[in-house]
């Protein structure tokens, strides 16, 4: 079972989407348990991915194939999942913030997130206050990421968490921020609880606040 953890890690690592499902399923049918095959072998190339990243030996590109190769194990492991009653690390809710329209940040957060045991509510982007708000109160997540990429809508995310807070919400949940033009200071700043300064990081922040790190 050891070869066959190793080649869903370097297929994940290796982006390639098409071997994915095919492989997982191989496992299951091996009798592997689902939690085994997440964390032995499709976690163990994510992780990698993220070292890689973060030491310059991957790029944005790439990784995402990676996430998507990834996500496309998860399809059909999930059902599994969820029938052997695997508990999910945290709940995760993210979004790119009002008057904001980048997304690949944020999705490169959310596919990571995924992969590390998460489960994540995408917002999508262009999102108001209130729609974060609402999403607390229905998902009740641990985490709330928020992105911003432009210098002209950072503002909305100190809008968001003042709404967070009036809602009487913000010590329910841990807030993380990240994009590229905010920073520790920044985030310090408009109360959130952490800056993820990349997509590795924010995951790891995630998992540092539901304990898992």
Not at 69 to 75: D, F, I, R, S, T
Not at 111 to 132: S, W
């Amino acid at each position: 079972m050891t070869e066959l953890y190793q080649r869903l890690a370097t297929a994940i690592l290796e982006g390639n989407s098409g071997k994915m499902p095919g492989l997982v399923q191989k496992a299951l049918d091996q009798g592997a348990a689902p939690k085994d095959i997440l964390d032995h072998g499709m976690v163990v190339g994510m992780n990698e991915v993220g070292s890689r990243f973060k030491r310059g030996e991957m790029f944005v590109p790439e990784v995402l194939m990676s996430a998507e190769a990834m996500q496309a194990g998860l399809k059909v492991l999930r059902p599994h999942l969820a029938s052997a009653g695997v508990k999910l690390v945290g709940r995760i809710v993210i979004g790119t913030v009002k008057g904001d329209l980048h997304d690949i940040g944020k999705n490169l957060v959310g596919m990571m997130c995924e992969g590390a045991g998460f489960e994540v509510i995408d917002l999508g982007f262009n999102i108001e206050p209130e729609k974060f708000v609402e999403a607390i109160k229905i998902h009740q997540p641990d985490v709330v990421g928020l992105s911003a990429l432009l210098t002209t809508t950072m503002r909305a995310m100190g809008h968001t968490i003042k709404s967070i807070e009036e809602a009487g919400l913000r010590d329910r949940v841990k807030i993380m921020v990240g994009g590229a033009p905010v920073d520790a200071e920044f985030a310090q700043r408009i109360g959130a609880d952490g800056y993820g300064s990349n997509a590795p990081a924010g995951v790891e922040l995630a998992r540092r606040f539901v304990g898992a790190g």
